[in-house]
């Protein structure tokens, strides 16, 4: 692609030359289409009589509009002459400028592709330039490109999938197996880029079924943890449109996996779950944003309801270790660019996994001031 546009570039180039050359000149007669000679061949002088014209040959066709296809084996125009000179005076030799040769561009296209790599590349160079002449337009397909890297890694640390003989099952009564919830439970996608599949985070140490249910929860966490450092943008029109693209890829998504892997066929069931989506986003982001702010309790309580759904069987300390993960995230991505979580995102889920490193030690430690009230209560209960 960038040898092409050099080419275009020497040709547009030698285009130009031509025109002023031709332009300097008194004009001439008829020319015929050629793409041989930069002067595009004047028609012969003394023409063949109608007599010897061959029956069945079509004429020639004519124009006065200079016509290039192809110029890597064309002559260079003459000079233009002199004023006062007559005009139909031999030019000579040493003012004819030799053309090169297709060789010659060749070498010269290599070296300038070569001195462009240094600076970035020639499309580099072009997106840069077309950035800053157009900004707001570049700007969209800019925001879409990191935010759909972003929620890749969101989408692929709770994947899952359900296997093709159980989707077909479904119209026979034989599909995936249900949970207490009546919720289809599949297998650990192990196929998806920057995923760990079966060997999850949220798999094994959390114990959590490979479902949708708990796939766009864990999808919606990690899309919160980098709302928080999106709304550190100095634009709110910027803030605004990652959030909308973050949410419309999810919901993409979401919608894929109604119809791919569960057998939502109907447009109107599909768009009632959407609609539930949205909401329990909205949801989400007010309940964290209360837990983040109030204390680790009410955080705690937030994660409770959403990824375990309430359950009063659960083990707390799994709780703990997502709200100390949540706090790890956060303020680990709190001196980064927007543009390098992106790229480092898109790489590998490496982030991810480092947040979650050493989370049990940190959540078997006591607390500052945990026993203060009982041994309260034990010197109370001993002056009794």
């Excluded at 999850?200 to 959590?208: A, I, M, Q, V, Y």
């Excluded at 919608?255 to 909401?279: C, P, Q, S, T, W």
């Amino acid at each position: 692609m960038s040898v092409c546009t050099q080419c275009m570039r020497a040709l547009r180039r030698q285009a130009r030359l031509e025109q002023l050359t031709l332009s300097q000149t008194r004009p001439s007669q008829l020319r015929c289409l050629s793409t041989t000679s930069a002067r595009y061949q004047q028609p012969q002088a003394q023409s063949k009589p109608e007599s010897q014209v061959q029956p069945g040959t079509p004429p020639s066709i004519l124009t006065t509009a200079p016509t290039i296809t192809s110029n890597l084996a064309a002559d260079a125009p003459p000079p233009a002459p002199a004023a006062g000179s007559p005009s139909n005076a031999p030019a000579s030799a040493s003012s004819q400028v030799p053309a090169p040769s297709t060789a010659e561009m060749q070498k010269q296209i290599s070296s300038r592709l070569g001195s462009s790599r240094v600076g970035g590349g020639i499309g580099h160079k072009i997106a840069t330039s077309l950035r800053s002449a157009a900004k707001s337009t570049t700007e969209t397909y800019i925001t879409y490109g990191l935010t759909e890297a972003m929620f890749k890694s969101c989408a692929a640390q709770a994947p899952y999938t359900i296997p093709e003989d159980q989707r077909m099952g479904v119209y026979t009564g034989k599909g995936p197996p249900k949970n207490a919830r009546a919720e289809d439970v599949g297998v650990p996608e192990t196929s998806v880029p920057g995923s760990q599949g079966a060997q999850s985070w949220w798999f094994t140490r959390l114990g959590l079924e490979p479902t949708f249910s708990v796939w766009s929860q864990v999808c919606f966490l990690h899309m919160y943890i980098l709302t928080v450092k999106l709304r550190t943008l100095p634009d709110q029109r910027t803030y605004m449109e990652y959030q909308r693209y973050l949410l419309e890829h999810f919901s993409s998504v979401a919608e894929d996996k109604m119809i791919l892997l569960h057998g939502m066929n109907a447009r109107g069931v599909r768009n009632k779950y959407l609609k539930d989506l949205f909401v329990q986003w909205r949801g989400i982001q007010y309940a964290y944003d209360q837990g983040l702010v109030s204390g680790d309790a009410v955080l705690a309580g937030a994660v409770w309801r959403n990824l375990w759904k309430a359950d009063e069987e659960v083990d707390w300390e799994k709780v703990a270790l997502v709200v100390g993960f949540m706090r790890r995230a956060i303020a680990g991505l709190a001196d980064s660019d927007i543009n390098d979580i992106a790229t480092n995102l898109q790489q590998s889920s490496q982030y991810w996994e480092q947040a979650q490193q050493g989370l049990d030690g940190m959540v078997n430690l006591e607390s500052t001031g945990i026993r203060d009230n009982l041994r309260e209560e034990a010197a109370a209960e001993k002056a009794l």
